[in-house]
T-cell receptor, first 116, second 115 residues
Framework: AQSVDQPDAHVTLYEGASLELRCSYS??????LFWYVQYPGQSLQFLLK??????VVKGTKGFEAEFRKSNSSFNLKKSPAHWSDSAKYFC??????????????FGLGTTLQVQP | DPKIIQKPKYLVAVTGSEKILICEQY?????MYWYRQSAKKPLEFMFS???????DNQTASSRFQPQSSKKNHLDLQITALKPDDSATYFC??????????????FGHGTKLSVL
């Protein structure tokens, strides 16, 4: 089965704190993993991706994510958090439909609120 | 300027009616997609098109029909609407389809409510 789990629907923290948004996946092969972000009133935007190589990948706006094969996780991190990081964050897995056809499988998303 | 335009932003329809959701992308991409997000559910892949040809269909119902009149257009026609069709429908595009780890660009979505 191919699936993505984001266990935290909402995360609230204060500006300056470290943020970590959790994501776990289920996939039988080597995963391609993504984080997308949706700021209020905007469309989903690509943040970063893991394909292979270094377990820590860096993205835009100071975000990074760590791939851990041992527990099938791909958590998003940033330190320090800024109020402008308040948004909804989606973790996604690239999975197969058939043959070499692929699709993105999304988690439910985590709404992050960073308070000043 | 938004590079992927979806119209309308909000749409209210009555059960049994038919609606068309519009999507145009100005990124010069060759592949376009439709995703749906229903309440309490994750974004769900529906269709993919490449060079105006339907490539993948993950939607069980034939009531959902994508239409591509131009390379940068991918509309979604929904017939015999049901309350369960209420969702936000996202159009997306990528440079090419079927390429591993390619990022998607999304529109703002059309929020459809079926009464």
């Amino acid at each position: 089965a191919q699936s993505v789990d984001q266990p935290d629907a909402h995360v609230t923290l204060y500006e300056g704190a470290s943020l970590e948004l959790r994501c776990s996946y289920s996939y039988s092969a080597a995963p391609y993993l993504f984080w997308y972000v949706q700021y209020p009133g905007q469309s989903l935007q690509f943040l970063l991706k893991y394909i292979t190589g270094d377990a820590v990948v860096k993205g835009t706006k100071g975000f990074e994510a760590e791939f851990r094969k041992s527990n099938s996780s791909f958590n998003l991190k940033k330190s320090p958090a800024h109020w402008s990081d308040s948004a909804k964050y989606f973790c996604a897995l690239e999975g197969f439909i058939t043959g070499n056809t692929r699709k993105l499988i999304f988690g439910l998303g985590t709404t992050l609120q960073v308070q000043p | 300027d938004p590079k992927i335009i979806q119209k309308p932003k909000y749409l209210v329809a009555v059960t049994g009616s038919e609606k068309i959701l519009i999507c145009e992308q100005y990124l010069g991409h060759n592949a376009m997609y439709w995703y749906r997000q229903s309440a309490k559910k994750p974004l769900e892949f529906m269709f993919s098109y490449s060079y105006q040809k339907l490539m993948d269909n993950q939607t069980a119902s034939s009531r959902f029909q994508p239409q591509s009149s131009k390379k940068n257009h991918l509309d979604l026609q929904i017939t015999a609407l049901k309350p369960d069709d209420s969702a936000t429908y996202f159009c997306a595009s990528s440079q090419d389809r079927g390429v591993s780890n390619e990022r998607l660009f999304f529109g703002h979505g059309t929020k459809l409510s079926v009464l």
